[in-house]
């Protein structure tokens, strides 16, 4: 399994950017894809998610509002789309994805928020905004 993120970039704050995380390998239909992001000196925190299942979104309380994560099961490829960009939003961004396998069927709920909830991470795509 390959997890490929793109999309990042420099903006101003109130801008917009959208990112991709393309996965291949993957053989299953329903898994959780998380957005995760790392600014230097802090450690690495949920941002969104969505279960490819039904479609079930989670969002941390500090994006909400101004982020929207969407899938295209076809293409096995989950997007983060920002606005609002604010300079705080500055930090590398990270796409992961579980193997279904290895929990219960159906959405994480409150565990979307976990990094060990995932079993596959991407290389990550920069994000800076600036005021």
């Known amino acids: 399994v390959q997890l490929v993120e793109s999309g990042g970039g420099s903006v101003q704050a109130g801008g917009s950017l959208r990112l991709s995380c393309a996965a291949s390998?993957?053989?299953?239909?329903?898994?959780?894809m998380g957005w995760f992001r790392q600014a230097p000196g802090e450690e690495r925190e949920g941002v969104a998610a969505?279960?490819?299942?039904?479609?079930?979104?989670y969002y941390a309380d500090s994006v909400k509002g101004r982020f929207t994560s969407s899938q295209d099961n076809a293409k096995n490829t989950m997007y983060l789309q920002m606005n609002s960009l604010l300079p705080e939003d500055t930090a590398m961004y990270y796409c992961?994805?579980?193997?279904?396998?290895?929990?219960?069927?159906?959405?994480?709920?409150?565990?979307?928020?976990?990094?060990?909830?995932?079993?596959?991470w991407g290389q990550g795509t920069q994000v800076t905004v600036s005021s």
């Open positions: 992961a994805a579980d193997n279904p396998r290895s929990h219960p069927a159906g959405p994480p709920g409150e565990w979307w928020v976990l990094e060990s909830w995932y079993d596959y």
């Open positions: 969505v279960y490819t299942g039904d479609g079930t979104t």
């Open positions: 390998g993957y053989t299953y239909s329903a898994y959780s």
